[in-house]
């Protein structure tokens, strides 16, 4: 609808204003031609529906201004980022126990990778099985 076209047309204008005051303009253009790049190797072009990717690029980039730019965002990502870490740690816990902590410098991968990979594949399959 034309609202949306007017709300995107406003929005580009504004992230190319602060790109052109912030010296951020690669960052713009990288993004506009990774989108141009996949347009053009893209087998169906008519099939591209632009409003997911339009509304993508909106979201990312409201995304990362609530992030980098707002104490709320950086606290709420802060502590996300925290639980992700302690979670992870739950796997080290357990590829020590599996491999012992002497067998740390043989493999990193298998020491250290793979339980992590098998830990988190395991709690997402369970988290999936409950619903």
């Known amino acids: 609808s034309s609202l949306?076209?007017?709300?995107?047309?406003?929005?580009?204008?504004?992230?190319?204003?602060?790109?052109?005051?912030?010296?951020?303009?690669?960052?713009?253009?990288?993004?506009?031609?990774?989108?141009?790049?996949?347009?053009?190797?893209?087998?169906?072009?008519?099939?591209?529906?632009?409003?997911?990717?339009?509304?993508?690029?909106?979201?990312?980039?409201?995304?990362?201004?609530?992030?980098?730019?707002?104490?709320?965002?950086?606290?709420?990502?802060?502590?996300v980022g925290d639980a992700a870490q302690t979670f992870m740690a739950y796997s080290q816990v357990g590829g020590d126990f599996v491999f012992s902590k002497d067998a740390a410098g043989i493999a990193f991968i298998a020491v250290r990778v793979l339980p992590s990979i098998i830990f988190f594949s395991t709690v997402s399959s369970i988290l999936f099985h409950v619903g």
């Open 4 to 79: 949306n076209l007017i709300f995107l047309c406003i929005f580009f204008a504004l992230v190319l204003f602060k790109a052109l005051h912030d010296n951020t303009l690669i960052s713009l253009l990288g993004l506009v031609l990774g989108v141009l790049l996949c347009y053009i190797f893209s087998h169906n072009r008519a099939g591209i529906s632009w409003r997911p990717v339009l509304y993508g690029m909106v979201l990312q980039y409201v995304f990362a201004y609530f992030i980098l730019q707002t104490d709320a965002g950086l606290a709420v990502f802060s502590a």
